[in-house]
């Protein structure tokens, strides 16, 4: 049996781990692994390496891939250089073909909303392939956690114990942007673990008024200093705040940042206050997985192992309930999991006087 693995979207901690718990879950003599470079890639090109115990010895706590991962090598729309122009055309056919002339059985396929939107497609188009949900947004609906997420969290976390100090010797409002496209999860649970003042997320309309009212009553109770945590998809008078375009990424066409920018200068302007803007970007992507994340990973590598050994195919591997169980792919796309603005986790928030500035 031949099984390809490969890793698609951006990076997230605990993809190694991933790869090393499907790579010994399937080491025997029957079996070859593939392990394809830069996603969908990889395969067009012929650019793989042959995985076993030893190509994986170590890896578990680092954090990246080392199969490396893209975001714009989408098979259905995919740069190609035609007389020295980038053209891009559907090259999904021509992948299938590469796949079956390698003798590739199953793919293995770690990737978030947007790989596993392709990965699905490619299945219907006779690919055989098993899903790992990635990504630190925590968005896939059909899991209850995407493995990085934690990390991420951490990240955040320790970035606005950090900010406190500073805050509060300057007397200043200190607003921190972290990731969170379409959201708030990592901005919600930084900002509780944090002890943050504001939480501001693409699920819950704020206005400026609203947190300098909840900044003012701070004020009043004798806290000079204020945290606003705010994810890069939250909206600002109604618009989210973008960088540019990803090029040639048809499933997340627009760059996001810039709302923490945004937001301090509004304060500053309408709230005649001292602001200052941290984004965190990439740091949260980065770096060694949590022991979290590096159990999970390692159950979702293993569970995608198993499926395949089972002939699963067009199947995600997910966590429910804290069991792992696989569902179609199709369930993990159609509706992104957001933050429930009247849910437990929202209201808990509330009740230790964290404001979302909505009210
Ligand atoms: O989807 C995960 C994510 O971290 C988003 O929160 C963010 O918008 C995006 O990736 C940024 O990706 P990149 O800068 O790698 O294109």
Known sequence: ?????????????????????????????????FGFFNGYRGLMEGDYTILDRNAVRGILPKGGTILKTTNRDNPFHYPLKRNGEIVFEDVSDELIDKANELGIDCFIVIGGDGTMAITHELAEK???????????????????????????????????????????????????EVMGRDAGFIALYSGIAGGADVILIPEIA????????????????????????????????????????????????????GIGNAVALALAEQGDLETRCTVLGHLQRGGSPAPFDRILATRYGVAAAEAVLRGENDALVCLRNNDIETVPIIDSIKVLKSVDPAGELVAAAKAVNISFGDE
Not at 1 to 27: E, F, Q, S, T
Request: proline share 2%.
């Open 126 to 176: 006779g690919l055989r392939v098993v899903g790992v949900p990635k990504t630190i947004d925590n968005d896939l609906s059909a899991t209850d956690r995407t493995f990085g997420f934690e990390t991420a969290v951490n990240t955040a976390t320790d970035a606005i114990d950090k900010l406190h100090t500073t805050a509060e010797s300057h007397h200043r409002v200190m607003v921190l």
């Open 206 to 257: 704020f206005t400026i008024e609203n947190v300098l009212k909840k900044i003012e009553r701070r004020k009043q109770r004798g806290s000079a200093f204020s945290i606003v945590v705010v994810a890069e998809g939250a909206k600002i008078d109604g618009e989210k705040v973008t960088t540019g375009e990803n090029e040639g990424n048809i499933i997340n066409p627009e760059k996001l940042g």
């Open 1 to 33: 049996m031949n099984i390809g693995i490969l890793c698609g979207g951006g990076d997230c901690p605990g993809l190694n781990a991933v790869i090393r718990g499907a790579v010994k879950a399937l080491d025997r003599t029957d079996i070859r692994i």
